[in-house]
């Protein structure tokens, strides 16, 4: 020890600036080039032509993303938005004051990359037809990881439109779609989506806002507690008709626009602004509705029904979302680790903090793979795969409640493995905490969407078995993988359909819902990990993600004593393949992969 501290008294005494001491951040490099594991997945999943063309517009983001976007984020996180309840005259005419910097991160996603309307119409980058869902989301999830708080109303503008095209008439079509999917931002129409009374968010039943027919239109009336993008131009909603039943089944779904068709201000106020503990650069308020003009849409009947079409595409927002951002926490600890020196090495090479890096990296990862399947599920489903849309309803749902679930445990690690700088404001970590907590509320807590995995999409859609028949195509395609590890990870997804169905077929294991799921979304991943590493392989390329697929299966899958640790030295060896930037070679991940 006495040595390495005079080794470390001499370069702290060699260094030509104080700062060369403190370790970089991942400032300034390219997000899309750095991310192999990304690339790879592209490869994979998309057709070459569309791979083609995506190419130079995820490297701008990328760059973008690790730069401008980034220092754009920190400036608009400090200087959050201001609410003004009257103007200059003493009128109540409320309206929102952003920084320049919120204003110049809309312009970028809105109007430069068109992230609103790739997946609605042609011609967003150039692409001659609507982008498909693996194209949208891999937008989002480099976005994201400079970014969070704007992807609530880039998101809500999406997912609006398709509520507006599926359940609108024509005239409101003509009338909000093309605005809504300009990329004209002076002429662009933003979506909202106000669903949280004060008598919470998860339960509809108890919803008070009512909704009255004027004519051709309806006047709503009422409270929204929680209304995220409240300066949102064009609003969709829920309220209950006055001489609709009691409950979530007497819910309508409404457009309510923030300015009426003469240009004059809706009836609906902004009565404070939300002081959160992140996304603080993004206006969410509270909604004082009295007699706002909105027209129904769809049936009226069926609002909440309707509604969760947007709540589901939420959702698979969010797994995006936490998967790239916990890309970053993950990027942010190997560059901080690298740097950092303690006790006469790297940090990177103390075994307790490869270990630790593990638990940032495996969940990481995960959200990755079943984001990216997922996305393409969806795209099968969009073309009228049945089967598919089962698949891609059970993985949203598990894709929710898990990732969200591992990002604050990976941005919190992320901030230990930074040290004290990480718990100091000039540096990303603290942002990434703050904004990481969000996922586990927004469409639906983790219990609640536990709780639509097993009692919807198992217990009445038996999405898990079409679930389990996708991913052991998967493991059939995977040739290349050793056939020990396709068995046991066919065997494991066994059990977890067999324990997920014990738990929907009787009320008193509701308890265990959050367990089934987790399982679900464990054996998924370690499936599409297997098939990945192995068909990459099969290529000529790097078969790392079948060490990864063995990594959840012993952690995350397997039971472990927590009283009697095991030296694996198979393990470690994964650890520094996976920790390294070479690819790895098949041989060395087939023999790694299965136990001894």
Request: with cysteine.
């Amino acid at each position: 020890m006495a040595s390495a501290t005079t080794d470390r008294r001499a370069e702290i005494a060699a260094a030509a600036d104080p700062a060369d001491l403190v370790a970089p951040d991942c400032r300034g490099l390219n997000f899309y080039r750095i991310d192999r594991a990304l690339r790879d997945l592209l490869d994979l999943h998309m057709p070459p032509p569309l791979r083609a063309a995506m190419e130079p517009h995820l490297e701008r983001l990328g760059e973008l993303a690790g730069g401008r976007l980034d220092e754009l984020a920190e400036l608009a996180d400090k200087h959050p938005p201001t609410l003004h309840p009257r103007d200059r005259f003493g009128r109540d005419h409320d309206w929102i004051e952003f920084h320049p910097a919120y204003r110049e991160m809309e312009r970028i996603a809105f109007a430069d990359f068109g992230m609103h309307a790739m997946a609605h119409r042609p011609g967003v980058l150039g692409w001659p037809a609507p982008l498909p869902y693996i194209a949208k989301y891999a937008f989002q999830y480099l976005f994201a990881q400079a970014e969070f708080g704007l992807m609530c109303p880039i998101n809500v503008t999406d997912t609006g439109a398709v509520l507006i095209e599926r359940y609108a008439d024509d005239g409101l079509k003509r009338r909000y779609l093309p605005r809504m999917l300009s990329q004209n931002f002076e002429e662009l129409l933003k979506g909202a989506q106000f669903m949280t009374e004060r008598a919470g968010g998860s339960d509809l039943a108890g919803s008070s806002v009512t909704a009255r027919r004027d004519g051709d239109h309806w006047r709503l009336h009422g409270d929204k507690w929680f209304c995220s993008a409240v300066d949102g131009d064009v609003v969709l909603l829920l309220a209950r008709p006055e001489d609709a039943p009691a409950g979530s089944a007497g819910l309508g779904l409404f457009l309510m626009p923030r300015h009426l068709e003469n240009g004059e201000r809706n009836s609906y106020r902004v009565a404070r602004l939300k002081d959160k503990l992140g996304t603080r650069d993004m206006a969410s308020g509270e909604v004082v509705l009295e007699g706002a003009v909105a027209y129904h849409l769809g049936k009226i009947d069926r609002g909440l029904r309707q509604m969760m079409d947007m709540v589901n595409l939420s959702r698979m927002s969010h797994g995006a979302r936490a998967a790239g951002m916990m890309r970053r926490c993950l990027n942010e600890s190997l560059v901080a680790t690298r740097h950092r020196r303690a006790f006469g090495r790297a940090v990177i090479e103390h075994p307790l903090m490869r270990r630790q890096l593990m638990k940032l990296m495996v969940p990481t990862e995960q959200a990755l793979s079943v984001f990216a399947f997922d996305a393409v599920m969806m795209d099968a489903a969009r073309a009228g795969d049945a089967a598919a849309e089962r698949v891609m309803r059970m993985l949203t749902a598990l894709l929710k409640f898990r990732a969200c679930r591992d990002n604050p445990r990976v941005a919190t690690g992320a901030m230990e493995a930074r040290g004290g700088n990480g718990y100091i404001e000039d540096w990303v970590n603290s942002r990434l905490i703050r904004d990481a907590h969000i996922g586990v509320l927004w469409e639906g807590t983790s219990n609640i969407n536990a709780l639509d995995v097993v009692d919807r999409a198992v217990a009445k859609a038996r999405g898990h078995l079409e679930l389990a028949r996708a991913l052991k195509a998967r493991l059939d395609a995977a040739a290349a993988a050793p056939a020990a590890l396709r068995v046991e990870i066919a065997t494991l997804i066994d059990r977890a359909i067999v324990f997920v169905e014990e738990v929907a077929g009787n009320p008193r294991n509701e308890k265990f819902d959050r367990l089934a799921a987790g399982a679900l979304y464990h054996c998924a991943s370690a499936a599409l990990m297997a098939w990945e590493g192995a068909t990459l392989a099969a290529r000529g390329g790097d078969a790392r993600r079948m060490l990864l697929a063995r990594m959840v299966i012993d952690h995350r899958l397997r039971p472990a004593d927590p009283l009697a640790p095991r030296a694996d030295d198979r393990e470690d060896e994964a650890i520094s393949l996976l920790l390294g930037d070479a690819p790895v070679a098949l041989a060395d991940a087939a023999r790694l992969a299965v136990p001894a």
